[in-house]
């Protein structure tokens, strides 16, 4: 560890802090309709595009009105990704004769994109044509990051109100999530990318001699509009396959610390939105305190697994204090791949500028963690709702300690709240230990394991991870490429994506029908450090008795084998 290595780490983290209350309040006034600084200019285009579209942001509707309109919206968009990729090799603007995709293949490329987990089974440069890495991967990035902020502001809606069945108008909500929030912000940062080094071009790939003599090909293209609708929404899919450790696309340790902020940007802004909505800042703030420790000590821990590197070498007489570099860039070094590692799966966000499976076994295992704890921010909306699923266990299990029935911010939880929370809450592992333990079952699964033995066990552990939390990244050790990977995969991140936001959905509709209790005596605050510490054991005890068995059988047996 540096001391360098520990100020890159706080300058992320401060920044992060510093916006939390100017973006939160900011996102509250857009889904509220109040006055904003961008108003004379976006205003006039949100109500000619209410008009067009015969919208009536008076008219709002109930929670399943809402989410139905959401999952409709969402699969017509999954779809038009699919048609595109499928046809793509007969399709203009493919100079080179990409062909189109195999049916497993675009199923799963559609499905990634569109649940915003952006897993990639495909080849960038080689397998996706230009009209599709300009038409269908771009197009269901920012839809699919629109979607997630307005489920967030759904349930924070249904939060706030009493006696009311209805949630907002979900049309309403995703224009002025896509036009007021994503939109300006991801301008702004491409425009900011460009001058710093990141390549923004239209041009076609441009071909250069080698040292050896021969040439080679190099991809260019529309590079810092994608990293920033990446990174701002939470997406993680790389326009280069190499992702953010390519040089045109992070080509500095100034710009890898600004990746790591704006993939924080948003997830972290929503927990003072929350308390907008609440009527309470400080309760958003202790949610947003609660996360942040879970997250300094995911990144803490990963960099001195990393900093301390393979033990095995120091007996070698091979000095191992760099850390562990294999797999990372140079120009990045320990410090900024493993902060990155670190936020990319807090925020589910995916991109990544290293190999994770080039990290020590407990390296690793920190990154996996942060996807099984799924609620360390979470990606662009969609992640507060995991978030508020901790919360209600957490009153609820608060409650029971005190006697008498939990209530969270004058709202009473009952059973069929904490049912429907715990049906979203068991989506999670299920979906990932079940297609874990098949696929060891599975002959054709367990050949594209690359390293045998436990690091085996976490590649295939880490997929599976990684697409149910809509994440995206992959631990690169597995040839995930295969028919069999594609469907599993692809359905991991569907159920995902949309068998956990549907009962809490539900929950957040069915608070929001019920009358506000009065504070007592009996009241447990949720408003305080104890509540946050509270929160935090919640989310560990949960995360650690379903989790701990794969990650012994995995990481945790591999790192014995550095002894």
Known sequence: MTLLGWVQIAIALVVITLLVRPVGAYIHSVFEGRKTFLDPVLGPVERLLFKLLGVDPEKEMGWVGYVMRLLLLDFAFMFFGYVVLRLQGHLPLNPVGVPSMRPDLAFNTAVSFATNTNWQAYAAETQASNLSQMLVMPVLMFTSATSGLVMAIGFMRGLSRHNSQ??????????????RVLLPICLVVAIILVPMGVMQTTKAPIKVQ???????EIPRGTVSSWVALEHVGNNGGGFFNANASHPFANPSPITNILLVILMLMIPTALTYTLGRYLGSARQGWIIFV????????????????EASGNP?????????RAGNMEGKETRNGVAGSTVFGATTVAATTGSVNSAHDSYTPMGGMMLLSGMMFNTLFGGCGAGMLNILMYVIFTVFIAGLMVGRTPEFRG???????????VIALLAHPLCILAFTAISMAVPSARSAILNKGPHGITEIAYAFTSTTANNGSAFSGLAATS????????FAMLIGRFVIIIPLMAVAG??????????SEGTFPTDNLLFAGLLVGIIIIIGA??????LALGPLAEQFTFF
Not at 210 to 216: D, R, V
Not at 312 to 320: E, F, P, S, V
Request: net charge positive.
């Open 210 to 216: 080698t040292l050896e003599g021969g040439t080679q």
């Open 166 to 179: 209805e949630m907002g108008n979900f049309y309403v909500d995703f224009i002025r999530a896509a036009l």
């Open 411 to 421: 709202k009473k939880i009952e059973g069929r709240e904490v049912k429907l929370a």
């Open 312 to 320: 095995k070498l120091n007996k070698l007489g091979i000095d191992a």
């Open 545 to 550: 008795l379903t989790f701990f068995p794969v």
């Open 510 to 519: 069915s608070l929001g029908r019920k009358p506000l209790v009065p504070e």
């Open 483 to 490: 028919t069999y990977f594609n469907v599993t995969t692809g």
């Open 290 to 305: 609660a996360l942040l420790l879970m997250f300094m000590i995911i990144v803490g821990l990963t960099y001195g697994f």
